[in-house]
């Protein structure tokens, strides 16, 4: 049930000095508390691909379908899939997983408009969280590729937050797909001639850090051909 307005407003009141450093405090054992729920959770869950996008996108778009698809292929290869939990290409790629009878894990954001867990999570594999960063955490640590849909402001962050770790070295490499030349090409030439040529601000092998595609065989075969080039296996 969504918050009422009075709600949402009491939520956002300016606090004291006190009650911020008072409620910092007591925060800390709730974030580790879903540290430890999120790594014993998901170390029992085996190779998993996470796929992002828009929680707004329709059950008719092209884009819901093609999550759907890509999903079940993955399941077809060998991986569960990881989703935000919700509505939109997320409930997409949870279905294709349970359409392919692989595990369909979902990671669901405690938001003030209530988003609800899609139905086709598995009951035990459904977990809630409170903060965004220890979502991101586990999202990272536990998927074997990204594939990454048309999405908004969370999916852009989503799909950066995992090219700087890996570009920093602070994780290893793992395949990230971005599905939709149409979608992402306006994006990519950006990164290309202002970030790279313009600015010097990455080098030109960050580029190599992900692949774009318009199919559900190309990205499924980016993820498959990664493993077999570099002779890893999932969950490495």
Known sequence: MAKSDDQLQRA?????WNEIRT???WGIFK???EFVNGYESMARMG???SIFGSARTKPDSPYFKLAEEIAYKLTQSGFGI???GGPGIMEAGNKGAKEGKGNSVGLNIDLPMEQQPNPYIDPDKSLDFD???VRKVIFVKYSQGFVVMPGGFGTLDELFEALTLIQTYKIGRFPI?????KFWGGLIEWIKTTLLEAENNISAKDLELFKIVDSADEAVEVIEDFYLKYMLKPNF
């Open 177 to 181: 797909v971005l599905v939709g030349t």
């Open 31 to 33: 974030i580790m508390s």
């Open 131 to 133: 903060y965004f960063f």
């Open 23 to 25: 409620n910092d405090s």
């Open 82 to 84: 990881i989703t935000g």
């Open 47 to 49: 190779p998993c691909v």
């Open 12 to 16: 956002f009141e300016p606090k004291s």
